[in-house]
């Protein structure tokens, strides 16, 4: 019997998708004769079909509807079994993996470990900085045995829907700011009676974090006052020196900006009802972690709960 290649699941997918087998060869960077052997490979292997090719566009059979599930299921598996494996093999290891959204990698995270320092030993931690997005595929995959990121407090987000545990174990504010003029009033501001010109703001792309949590404020915003979105970025840090370049109104973390607020480099540019409360949560993979990386999960729980 012919060994089933994993990458067929991949394609069949791609197919399922679309329906158009043009479409879905582009997709998976080859010819479209070469894509439709590795589909047929795939039904043969099965022994049913799993496209009726009859319509345009080519619909999934019954097989086909009850085989979609389950290859996605062995894809997300498959995707799982080298973090597995790297987390079985590091049983015994001192290491920490961690996560981190690359805003609280540079402002919380220093004096967060300082702090647990106090009440435990820690060893080595291997940190991988990154947006959300990508942060919450590590954790996923078991690539990394923690992440540390902003949530909305009021919203799930993927992994609570998941069912992944975490403890909070700080709090922060995004605050909408802007430069100041001369006068030190914003030289932007979110204010409906004196607008003249669409407000300009400055925003994060759909992989971001803080992007996801901001995004419910900017479309209320953008009902009540006109608005126009100059610049568009997925790191806070970046959008942060755009706001002090005095080019719009960039929502940030009060962790990253809170020396930038004291010296008056940037001021609010709306009233406080615009800012969102957020907190900082660590979240911990489902699987087995080492016998540091429990310890070092447990030490978490007065220091959340305080």
Same mark, same amino acid.
């Given at each position: ?6 990458? #067929?699941?991949?394609?069949?997918l791609?197919?399922a998708?679309?329906?158009n ?6 997709e998976?960077?080859m ?8 589909i047929?490979?795939?039904?043969? #292997?099965?022994?049913?079909?799993l496209?009726?090719? /009859?319509?345009?566009p080519? =619909?999934?059979?019954?097989?086909g ?9 062995m ?11 790297q987390?079985?093999h ?11 959204t ?10 967060w ?23 919450? =595929? ?5 690539q990394?045995q ?6 909305? =407090? ?12 975490f ?17 030190g009033?914003?030289?932007?501001v979110?204010?409906k =009676?004196?607008?003249?010109?669409p407000a ?15 995004a ?20 806070? /840090? ?8 005095g080019?719009?109104?960039? #929502? ?14 940037l ?15 660590l ?11 429990? /310890? ?11």
């Open positions: 019997m012919k060994t089933m290649n994993l990458s #067929w699941l991949e394609d069949f791609a197919l998708a679309s329906g087998f043009s479409r879905a060869a582009d998976r960077h010819t479209q004769p070469a894509f439709s052997r590795r047929r490979a795939l039904e043969e #292997w099965l022994g049913a079909e496209f009726d090719r /009859s319509v345009q080519a =619909a999934l059979t019954d097989t509807k009850w085989f979609d599930s389950i290859a996605k299921d894809l997300a598996r498959a995707a799982k079994i080298p973090g597995e494996a987390a079985f590091e049983i015994n290891s001192t290491t920490l993996r961690i996560a981190s690359h805003a609280l990698s540079f402002t919380f995270m220093p004096r470990l300082r702090g647990l320092e106090t009440q435990i030993e820690i060893g080595q931690v291997r940190l991988v900085s990154d947006v959300l997005q990508r942060c919450e =595929a590590m954790l996923m995959e078991s990394v923690f992440l540390l990121t902003h949530a909305r =407090a009021d919203s799930k987000s993927d992994l609570d829907v998941q069912g992944y545990p403890f909070i174990v700080g709090k922060d504010l995004l605050i909408p700011v802007s430069a100041p003029k001369k006068d009033k914003p030289a932007h979110l204010d =009676a004196t607008a003249k010109s300009k703001l400055l925003s994060y792309s759909p992989e971001s974090g803080i992007g996801r949590i901001v419910d404020k900017q479309s209320s915003l953008a009902e009540m006052l006109p608005t126009k979105t100059v610049f568009t970025a997925h790191l806070a /840090s970046v959008l942060r020196t755009m706001a002090l370049d080019r719009g109104i960039a #929502w940030l973390p009060k962790t990253l900006i809170a020396d930038d607020l004291k010296h008056g480099l001021v609010e540019a709306a009233p406080h009802n615009w800012c969102v409360e957020m907190h900082i949560r979240y911990r993979d489902k699987a087995t972690i080492s016998k540091a990386a429990e /310890s070092f999960w447990n030490t978490n729980k007065p220091y959340a709960e305080d």
